[in-house]
Structure formats: structure tokens, C-alpha cells
């Protein structure tokens, strides 16, 4: 049995911009986990309308070490998650951000899905066997931080308290 293999011609051009693509998703992987971090360190929280703040006085607030906020701070501001103030020596928290990822009562808080996102990571064994045997994944199965204190404080949370209904589709979870 002889198989025929063609040589594939690279279009330099398509290679690169699918690299680009792909560097491009891993540092979105990587700024997600740090989004969590810094929702369940309360770092969001603690920018939170204190204008700009040195990455020193951020770790006092919700010890921490300087070096890893310091690093973090870096991570957000070239993410555009928090905006730094050269002028002002610090880095702070626009309004909008705040309303994303520290104001827990906001209509459009994420907080919970940093937490949803962190625990498919830390369960994807579980999805990599459901993908390999056609098994569905229970809510059981999931990791347990899908249920914690971060994963029912954002919407789903404000629907249970107000007795609102979820859309058509969807779950309180």
C-alpha cells in the first residue's frame, strides 16, 4: 500500500497571521486567569475609586506581596483592564472597568464568570473524557469552585434575590 502525500505549500503570510492569532488567544488565557486572581484577591475592589494607586499601597490593602500585584498591575494596564497614570505615579480603575469586574451589584458585574472560566480549566480532564466517550458533564462533576462564593454573586445571584426569571433557555446558574 503506497500513499501519495502532496507537499503542502506554506503561505507565509496565512502562517503568520495564524500565529499571531494563536499568541494572540494565549495571552487572553493568561489576562482571564489574572482577571479571576484579581477578583478573588479583591484587588478590583480595592482600586475601586481610589484613583490612581501604586502597586505597594494595592498589596497593603488586600495582603498581598508587591512583587505579584506589581506584576499583575502590568499584566491589566497592557490588557487595558486598568489604566496606568504616569504622571500620577500609580495605576487606577476607570468607572466602566469598575462596573465589570468590582461592583457586584452592577447589571453587567463578570465576576462569576472569571470563577466559571478558572473551574473548566482545573476540570477540562472531565471535558477531555466526556469529548472522548460522548458522556455528558453533570453539575456534579464540575469543579467545585463553579458553586462558590464568586460564582453565584453575579447575575444568576440577582435573578434568585429578585425573583426574576431567567430567558427562555437558560438556568439560574
Not at 501519495?4 to 496565512?14: H, R, S, V, Y
Not at 440577582?158 to 433557555?169: F, I, L, N, S, Y
Request: with cysteine.
Amino acid at each position: 500500500m503506497t500513499t501519495a502525500t502532496a507537499a503542502a505549500t506554506i503561505d507565509e503570510a496565512k502562517l503568520e497571521a495564524f500565529v499571531g492569532q494563536a499568541v494572540l488567544g494565549m495571552r487572553a488565557a493568561i489576562s482571564r486567569l489574572l482577571l479571576h486572581i484579581g477578583d478573588r484577591l479583591g484587588l478590583y475592589k480595592a482600586m475601586a475609586g481610589a484613583g490612581p494607586i501604586t502597586s505597594s499601597v494595592l498589596a497593603q490593602c488586600v495582603d498581598t506581596t508587591e512583587r505579584h500585584v506589581r506584576a499583575w498591575l502590568g499584566n491589566q494596564a497592557a490588557s487595558g483592564y486598568v489604566v496606568y497614570n504616569p504622571a500620577g505615579g500609580g495605576t487606577y480603575e476607570p468607572a466602566e472597568q469598575t462596573m465589570v469586574v468590582a461592583n457586584e451589584d452592577s447589571p453587567i458585574v463578570l465576576g462569576s464568570t472569571f470563577e466559571t472560566i478558572a473551574s473548566c480549566y482545573a476540570n477540562h480532564e472531565v471535558f477531555v473524557d466526556a469529548f472522548r466517550t460522548g458522556a455528558g458533564v453533570g453539575w456534579a462533576e464540575h469543579d467545585r469552585s463553579i458553586t462558590g462564593r464568586h460564582a453565584v454573586a453575579g447575575p444568576a445571584e440577582r435573578r434568585r434575590r429578585t425573583g426574576a426569571e431567567p430567558e427562555p433557555g437558560r438556568t439560574n446558574l
